[in-house]
Each structure stands twice: as C-alpha cells, then as structure tokens.
C-alpha cells in the first residue's frame, strides 16, 4: 500500500508544524496504526505534497513537522460540477468521483425536478478530502452548499462556459474537441431532467453548450463521470500524449 495521506488545512514548509485534530490523529493512530516517527504525505490545498514526520500523537489530536515537498502543487483545470442531488449514496459517489477526475469546485444545485431538498454539506466536503486524500491529488475541490439552480444562473459570471448534459439529445455522442479552453462547468440535471421552464432559460443562454452523452439515457452519477471524463479529454488535463 502506498504512503498515508493527509489533507491539513494549514500551511507547510520545510521544518514547520503542524496540528492535527481528533479525526486525523484517530486515522493515523487508530486506523493506519502509526505513532511517533512515522512519515506520511501532507497536503493543504496550496503547497503541493510534504513528506512529513509525526512528532507526537495522542487520543485528542497530534503534530507533525513538514520535512520536503515531495509533490509540487497539482491543480486541477479551471471545471467546475453543477449536479442536481439525488439519493445519497449516489451523490457521495458523485462527489468522490468529480474529485478523482479532476474538478476544481462541486455545486450541488436544486432544479425543479430535484428529490433531495437538503445536502449534508460537511459530509460531501468530507469525501472530496477522502478522495483527494487517497488519489494523490494536492487539491481538494469546494462543495458548496445547495443553491437553486435559477439563483446561480441569475449570479452567473459569463467569462465561465456552462456543458449542459442535455438528455434529449440522447444520440451520438458530441465531440468537444474544438470547443474554447478556459473556465467551464459542467451541468447534469436529476432523475426526473430538466424542466420545460429550465430548458427554455438554458437554451437561450449564450453562455450554455448542449451536449448528448451517447446514445443511451445515464443515470446522473453516471452522467457526471461520462461528461467530466469528456470534458477532461478534450479540454483538460489528460490530452497531450498519443499513443504510439
Ligand atoms: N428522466 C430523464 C433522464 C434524466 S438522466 C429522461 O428520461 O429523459 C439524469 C441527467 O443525466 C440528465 O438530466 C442529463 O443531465 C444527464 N444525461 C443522462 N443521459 C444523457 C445523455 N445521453 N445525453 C446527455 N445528458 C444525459
């Protein structure tokens, strides 16, 4: 099994301490059984990776010392996830998921067809660290809390291009190559689509590019790891090298 990770919220740097609260000393010592000595990966968001040393331990919390940067900063491409929330193992899934694939922030936003009426944000926030934690990533995407979708659209910063997975486009998939780089976010609507009222509002967006995902109707889970896997394909971090 590879080196323990942990996401700490403070800064790093060589020779500099670091405090860890009741949960993380509870993972390092009761869960992965190390104490005092051992070395781990630290990662606050900001500096990249730090093997780091744990300098005490104990029930309530711990410290450790950042020795080197072992992993310069990673961030992800500028895209953002707009999920409607659906049930909750499903949205957890969504969430580790975005993580793993590379999102920059996760807004859960409720649509008109959108069962779930509240997020346990901290919870969601949580996975994404577990996630960042375990996929060796140096930077954990912001869950924000649920907003109505029409309120984010009202708010909207029109420098950010909206990937609407467009379900009644079902069909051949569309490509994105050719699209413009820069800041996106990708929108997957619930269970139930998106609504006359919302398409309407979309639709008339300058902003907002309609694609299919394929010629079959995805469940929304599946649907966000389909379009950021495209997303990132054409548009992100994973081009560059052809096969040869
Ligand atoms: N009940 C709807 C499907 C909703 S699927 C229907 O039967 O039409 C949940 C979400 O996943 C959709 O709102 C859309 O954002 C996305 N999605 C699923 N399959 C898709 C596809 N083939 N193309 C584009 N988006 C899709």
């Not at 708010?155 to 997975?165: K, Q, T």
Request: hydrophobic share 40%.
């Amino acid at each position: 099994m590879g080196q323990v990770r942990l996401y700490i919220d403070q800064p790093l740097g060589g020779g500099q301490e670091a405090g860890l609260d009741t949960a993380q000393a509870h993972y390092l010592g009761g869960v992965m059984r190390l104490g005092p000595g051992a070395e781990i990966e630290a990662f606050n968001g900001r500096d990249g990776g730090w093997s780091a040393q744990i300098v005490e331990l104990g029930k309530r919390g711990g410290r450790i010392e950042a020795v080197a940067q072992v992993r310069p900063p990673l961030p992800p491409p500028d895209l953002w996830l707009m999920f409607a929330p659906i049930k909750k193992a499903r949205t957890d899934f969504i969430v580790e998921k975005a993580t793993e694939l590379g999102c920059a922030r996760i807004l859960p936003v409720a649509t008109e067809f959108t069962q779930a009426g509240r997020i346990a944000r901290d919870r969601l926030q949580a996975h994404a660290v577990e996630a960042a934690e375990q996929c060796g990533g140096t930077h954990v995407p912001e869950v924000a809390e649920l907003s109505p979708l029409t309120r984010v659209l009202d708010g909207w910063d029109e420098g950010r291009r909206i990937l609407w997975a467009d379900e009644s486009r079902v069909g051949p998939a569309e490509t994105l190559a050719g699209l413009p780089r820069g800041p996106w976010a990708i929108l997957i609507g619930p269970e139930g689509g998106f609504s006359e009222a919302e398409r309407t509002r979309l639709g008339g967006s300058g902003v907002v590019t309609p694609v299919s995902l394929g010629p079959r109707i995805l469940r929304a889970d599946t649907a966000a790891c389909a379009a950021i896997t495209l997303w990132q394909a054409a548009l992100g971090d994973w081009g560059g090298s052809r096969m040869t």
